[in-house]
């Protein structure tokens, strides 16, 4: 009885045990056998070598993952670098020049009064940005259709303007026929008005009359 017992415990240990057939051959191997026992077949080569070429795959992708990680990190900081020394540089160049540089005269106060009779008198404050050798104006009139009516030149000039000097300028323009003007358009030039051309001008401005 007793025997039977482990006649049968061994069997089934066995059975348990015994449970993988040879893929080449067809022998009964232990489940854990690495080898065949009748040819020597090994189950784990074709996946001892799969595993192994894996982690080697995934060992080179972990690197060049890695690797472009690093990288990127590494661009964006360089990124980063260089857009703070062009922030801290724009802040120094404000710094340097604390004002905008003026480039042309400025008037202020400028206006255009009828005297009567086709006269205007022109008046404003020019602020020169640099010294002058030479200054002139040049008024020219429109109607409301926009066509000019008459031009003025020479309404008012002065020479050796210096840079900051407070200029009150006070002039006449004239307008000859009956139409009235509806706005003028003020001219600064640094040389002699010569005749129709106005794109050498240095400074303009539109006054509503
Ligand atoms: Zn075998």
């Known amino acids: 009885m ?7 415990k061994n069997y089934f240990e066995r059975r348990s045990k015994m449970s993988k057939f040879c893929l080449k051959c067809g022998a009964e191997n232990k489940d854990e056998a690495q080898f065949c026992e009748k040819c020597g077949y090994e189950w784990n080569t074709q996946t001892k070598a799969q595993n192994h070429k894996n982690g080697i795959i995934d060992k080179l992708f972990y690197k060049i993952d890695k690797k472009t990680m690093q990288r990127r990190v590494s661009k964006g900081k360089t990124i980063l670098m260089i857009m703070i020394i062009l922030f801290i540089l724009l802040i120094i160049i404000g710094s340097m020049s604390p004002s905008t540089p003026q480039t042309n005269p400025k008037i202020t106060d400028l206006s255009i009064q009828s005297e009567g009779y086709g006269a205007y008198s022109v008046s404003g404050t020019l602020t020169p940005d640099k010294d002058y050798d030479y200054l002139e104006m040049v008024v020219v009139f429109y109607d409301d259709s926009g066509a000019v009516i008459d031009k003025s030149p020479l309404v008012w000039n002065m020479n050796d303007i210096q840079k900051d000097q407070i200029v009150k300028i006070n002039g006449n323009a ?23 051309d106005l794109s050498d001008a240095i400074y303009n401005q539109t006054i509503t009359i």
């Open 2 to 8: 007793n025997r039977l017992i482990t006649c049968e």
């Open 174 to 196: 004239y307008v000859n026929g009956d139409s009235t003007p509806s706005k003028a358009e003020v001219y600064i030039l640094d040389s002699a008005f010569g005749g129709n």
